[in-house]
């Protein structure tokens, strides 16, 4: 064979090898590009069942940053299965005895990002929680408005307040009085005053509390209406990005939280808490005079490991609603007393 053959000969086997080692690389690249951009694989966990994903809500808005809201598991926590049971047994109880129609239930530990949730997707018309994003919209109003919390605002007439309020406030503004913005906040949340609440809603700009809730994933409320129907997961996003700190500042946040753990409702989850307890809590009511509902949601702050409770509740009777709260309350803090989650 002569050398130029011989040669060309390696000149071929030279072309092959690089060109498998291209095609080689590629595959390579484009596998790890596949898996980049691919969903998590299921995790096998040592019982054969396929574990639950995690749902990742960040905040958009921004050029460069996206700050994170919640992260949740998608599936309820095995280990709160007990509380879950005991729940479902009180308000079993409580169905049986006439006193509910029907119960939601969400409870979340911080410690370990545990939660579960009972009957969450019924929706339940919130009444005076919904002062609680009424208060995360003027604080949120206050960060592009500096000084807003400052401002005077005067109380010259009395709102129509509806009639099927049974819970009055303890505390409540006084004709002819000029208010600040904080100070109004302080009455409509501390004593759920209506009046500071309704005095407080001819400032609120509707397209910033619209946008409290699709900032946490929520749909608009149609403001044609009176009140907005909510379930009681959803409701409690607004008690967690309070807690998370991660949608106002931290003073703001810390403001707020505040004002909730001096909430004077003291007659449902706060009746099944030692006073020692601090609670960051706020309740409503709503109903007719068919079907009344009593709803309250708290973060109780018990040692390293506060936690989250939400409960919706409706029954022919408002004056046997807070019952079903403090038995729940009871439970649920009697849980995390005795168990290291």
């Given at each position: ?265 003291m007659n449902g989850i706060m009746k099944g808490i030692p006073s020692s307890i ?64």
């Amino acid at each position: 064979m002569s050398l130029i053959n011989i040669f060309k000969r390696k000149v071929g086997l030279i072309w092959v090898l690089l060109f498998s080692t291209a095609t080689a690389f590629c595959s390579y690249i484009a596998t790890i590009q596949f898996l980049k951009n691919a969903p998590p694989a299921p995790v096998i966990s040592s019982n054969n069942s396929v574990s639950c994903s995690y749902h990742i809500k960040r905040l958009n808005g921004f050029e460069y940053i996206r700050p994170l809201m919640f992260v949740d598991n998608n599936c309820e926590s095995e280990s709160l299965s007990d509380i879950k049971a005991d729940i479902k047994s009180i308000i079993s109880s409580y169905k049986s005895a006439g006193v509910l129609k029907s119960a939601s239930v969400y409870l979340k530990e911080y410690r370990n990002n545990e939660w579960i949730s009972i009957n969450e997707s019924e929706l339940f018309w919130p009444g005076s929680l919904m002062k609680v994003p009424t208060l995360i919209t003027i604080l949120k109003m206050n960060e592009s408005n500096p000084g807003l919390l400052n401002r005077k605002l005067t109380f010259n007439q009395n709102f129509s307040i509806d009639k099927k309020v049974n819970i009055d406030p303890n505390k409540s503004i006084v004709l002819g009085h000029k208010y600040t913005v904080k100070q109004l906040l302080t009455y409509m949340i501390v004593n759920s005053d209506n009046n500071a609440t309704l005095l407080l809603a001819t400032i609120m700009d509707p397209a910033v509390f619209n946008k409290v809730y699709t900032d946490i994933g929520l749909t608009p409320p149609d403001w044609s209406k009176g009140d907005f129907p909510i379930n009681v997961k959803d409701f409690s996003l607004f008690m967690r990005i309070l807690y998370n700190g991660c949608y106002l500042s931290n003073a703001d946040s810390e403001f707020a939280i505040g004002l909730l753990a001096r909430c004077d409702y003291m007659n449902g989850i706060m009746k099944g808490i030692p006073s020692s307890i601090t609670v960051a809590h706020k309740f409503g009511e709503a109903g007719d005079l068919n079907l009344s509902e009593l709803h309250e949601s708290g973060i109780v702050f018990i040692n390293d490991n506060p936690y989250l409770l939400t409960i919706m509740t409706k029954g022919p009777d408002l004056k046997k609603l807070p019952d079903v709260l403090q038995q729940v309350s009871t439970k649920v803090y009697q849980y995390f007393s005795s168990h290291s989650i």
